[in-house]
């Protein structure tokens, strides 16, 4: 806890002595969210960074992150957000997840989009926790109980504590007919 407030201190320093950084005022948002203790600045520091930054990946995935936990939540803001950052930056991890997530929650019709996203944040980077346990649900949600399987034990050998990887592994072998765990 000390060190958080160490850490706010200097980013609220760095932030005070260049006002316009959006990076450093979307870094201190992600900082006052992880602490839990006051999410209505976090959404206000990631709304600075955007006026500031508009094309800043991390600052538009930030803000349309923190929008999903409002109470006035418009998945339509959420989803401009991510795509912004995706022209910004096609690469951007984070977006290519979580905008897969919010379609593949939002039960659009074709799922292939949340997919596509997927499979484009795995082949950046296979080890990316989120992206295998988000991908091995809609699998599972598919009936495609083995590529979902596959991608909780992905996700397990990278983190074994993922709890989102162990419950999805459970329910994938259990719709599977059986342990298979470590054939």
């Known amino acids: 806890r000390g060190e958080c407030s160490e850490a706010e201190r200097m980013y609220r320093m760095a932030s005070a ?10 870094d201190l ?4 969210q992880g602490s839990g203790r006051d999410p209505a600045l976090a959404l206000n520091l990631f709304k600075q960074a955007v006026r500031v930054s508009p094309r800043h990946p991390d600052a538009l995935a930030n803000l349309a992150r923190a929008l999903e936990d409002t109470p006035d939540y418009r998945p339509s803001e959420s989803e401009a957000l991510y795509r912004t950052a995706l ?5 951007h991890i984070p977006s290519l997840c979580n905008l897969g997530l919010q379609l593949a929650s939002a039960g659009r019709p074709s799922l292939s989009e949340a997919e596509a996203l997927y499979r484009r944040a795995l082949a950046l980077n296979p080890a990316h926790v989120e992206t295998l346990c988000n991908y091995g649900r809609l699998c599972h949600e598919r009936s495609e109980v083995g590529q979902a399987e596959e991608l909780f034990e992905q996700a397990l050998r990278v983190q074994p504590d993922k709890v989102e990887g162990l419950n999805g592994k459970a329910l994938a072998v259990e ?7 470590g054939e």
Not at 17 to 26: E, F, K, M, V, W
Not at 87 to 91: C, I, L, S
């Open 29 to 32: 948002g992600s900082l006052v």
């Open 87 to 91: 022209k910004a930056d096609p690469a």
């Open 175 to 181: 719709a599977g007919g059986g342990p298979r765990w």
């Open 17 to 26: 002595l260049r006002p316009s950084s959006g990076p450093l005022l979307s």
